[in-house]
């Protein structure tokens, strides 16, 4: 079969390789629609995982099955389905201590373009499909559909990790694709005030329709000098850290209100560490909670949140700004995510 593929690290291209094999507990499927992340640009050109030689990319689609092993219950060949970014082994100790997506080891919940090829492939592999794919709603456009393997769940987890409350005032660095979502899913979970960070007029708009209410514009002076002035020096309730670099958490807590917390689900692709500013940490005791957190993965979380979806309480339409039709467009569509043009929220390629 053929696939666009991490040759090394710096280095993509199309490659043929065998057809992914079927086991009892596997389903093979085929791709509908698929969408490049900055996570596929932090692995390849920032070798922010590792060294990968002919590993097939992507890890945000929808499928149909062409073919399931003998075990698998709830699914069969002519099914679409959402595959979500991270399918944890669901029979591991991990999971059963509640953190599915660090299944036999930390991380390992992130299978494709990670520990094994994506879904940038004529035909792709899914472990345990009863417990990591979900039937993709006929009222769901399959444009926007893939939203629903990453963007949608990690941004959410990010309000999960930070905790958001009713009237909660909160900070959301980063109104990228997974920003928006954490907008979305901070407003979905009552918070009254959204400050987002962020400058391109294409993001701002959507951060508008999600329910952000404030703007920083992290060129014109600090993020936290900003957000403190706007909370007329109180700090924000809770943050989402979802862009940046290592250096985006100093800002965050210099933020954040004594006893508030720090979801973060920015993948970070390089710095060896993250300063925490002492002060501003309360020299150490100023309960500021920071938690950093792989989106939870699963059929449960895909079928919950495509329910949002499916009654009209969540409109994915503004993320797409770049469709393509055609299984070649998938080179073009990953290099727009690396250049980031000023109209870019995300591309998706219709096969």
């Known amino acids: 079969m053929k696939g666009f593929a991490m040759l090394k690290i710096g280095s993509v291209g199309w490659i043929e390789k065998d057809r992914p094999k079927c086991g009892p507990m596997d389903a093979i499927c085929r791709p509908l629609a698929l969408a490049p992340c900055t996570s596929d640009v ?29 075990l698998v219950k709830d699914f069969k060949p002519g099914d679409k389905v959402i595959v979500p970014a991270i399918t944890p082994d669901w029979n591991s100790l991990e ?68 905790d958001v409350q009713y009237g909660d005032e909160v900070l959301v660095i980063g109104i990228g694709p997974v920003g928006l979502m954490a907008v979305a899913g901070a407003n979905l979970r009552g918070a009254s005030r ?34 403190l002035r706007l909370t007329k020096g109180r700090g924000v309730d809770k ?16 933020s954040l209100k004594a006893g508030g917390r720090i979801g973060n689900v920015n993948y970070l692709g390089s710095g ?6 002492r002060v501003e940490w309360g020299v150490g005791m100023g309960h500021k909670a920071i938690n950093g957190g792989l989106m939870p993965g699963g059929r449960l979380r895909m079928e919950k949140l495509s329910r ?13 700004t770049h469709p393509f039709k055609g299984f070649e467009h998938i080179e073009e569509a990953l290099y727009l995510m690396k250049e980031k043009p000023k109209d870019l929220i995300k591309p998706v390629v219709l096969l």
């Open 194 to 227: 959204i400050y987002a960070v962020g400058t391109r007029p294409v993001c701002i708009e959507a951060a508008k329709f999600y329910g952000a209410t404030d703007f920083i514009d992290y060129k014109g002076g600090t993020i936290s000098e900003q957000a």
């Open 308 to 320: 949002l979806v499916s009654v009209g309480k969540l409109d994915l339409s503004p993320l797409i």
């Open 239 to 254: 943050v989402i850290i979802a862009g940046g670099t290592v250096d985006t958490f100093a800002e965050a807590v210099k």
């Open 42 to 70: 932090h692995t390849v050109w920032e070798g922010a995982v590792g060294e990968r030689h002919n590993m097939i990319l992507g890890h945000e689609g929808t499928g149909e099955i062409v073919e399931v092993g003998e």
């Open 95 to 162: 999971a059963q201590g509640g953190y599915s997506m660090h299944s036999h080891g930390m991380l390992n919940g992130w299978k494709f373009s990670n520990v094994k090829d994506g879904l940038f492939g004529e035909f792709f592999h899914v472990n345990d499909p009863d417990g990591n794919l979900a039937l993709l709603p006929e009222n769901i456009d399959l444009k926007v559909a893939p939203m629903l393997s990453d963007m949608v769940p990690t941004g959410f987890h990010g309000a999960e990790l930070a």
């Open 272 to 277: 060896a560490t993250i300063d925490i500013p």
